[in-house]
């Protein structure tokens, strides 16, 4: 495993360790919501999840969680992303990671018929993740467009 989400991590979590203003009761949720991140991430990889999809995954959880104010949003930076579809409109989560969402539609999708507005948010995702355009998406070869953190 030569993937660079495991320094995202080790980086997160001394700057919790090292912020004497955290509370010792976030402190700890904190620092369980980085092992939840830990083994989500090893089970995206383990579903050929891309490496560098990955990285940016994990350091921008890692910044969510060390951003949190209370355990709740801590809790929804740490787990995977729900986002909600009603009335026609897709909502998200401002502590959720579009690019995790992607990777869960790239699990789901193979095995499942989407419905057309699951179709068009995985497109759109994707799209918006690899900083193309939803033609380039729908014609023709992909470029070839790697993900760097931030």
């Known amino acids: 495993m030569n993937s660079d989400w495991n320094l995202s991590l080790v980086l997160a ?3 919790l360790l090292a912020d004497p203003q955290q509370p010792k009761a976030l402190l700890d949720v904190k620092l369980h919501a980085f092992q939840k991140v830990k083994v989500l991430m090893f089970q995206y990889e ?7 999809l990955l990285d940016v995954i994990m350091d921008k ?3 969510l969680i060390l951003k949190a104010k209370t355990a709740s949003e801590v ?15 897709w909502r998200e989560d401002p502590f959720s990671v579009p690019e995790e969402e992607l990777a869960l539609w790239a699990i789901v999708s193979p095995n499942n018929k989407l419905i057309q507005p699951a179709q068009e948010r995985y497109m759109d995702l994707f799209a918006r993740v690899f900083g193309i355009t939803r033609e380039q998406l729908t014609k023709g070869p992909l470029p070839y467009v790697k993900l760097e953190v931030q």
């Open 13 to 15: 979590i001394g700057e």
């Open 46 to 52: 383990k579903r050929g999840i891309r490496s560098d």
């Open 61 to 63: 959880k890692c910044k």
């Open 75 to 89: 809790k929804r930076a740490s787990e995977p992303p729900k986002p909600d579809y009603s009335y026609g409109t």
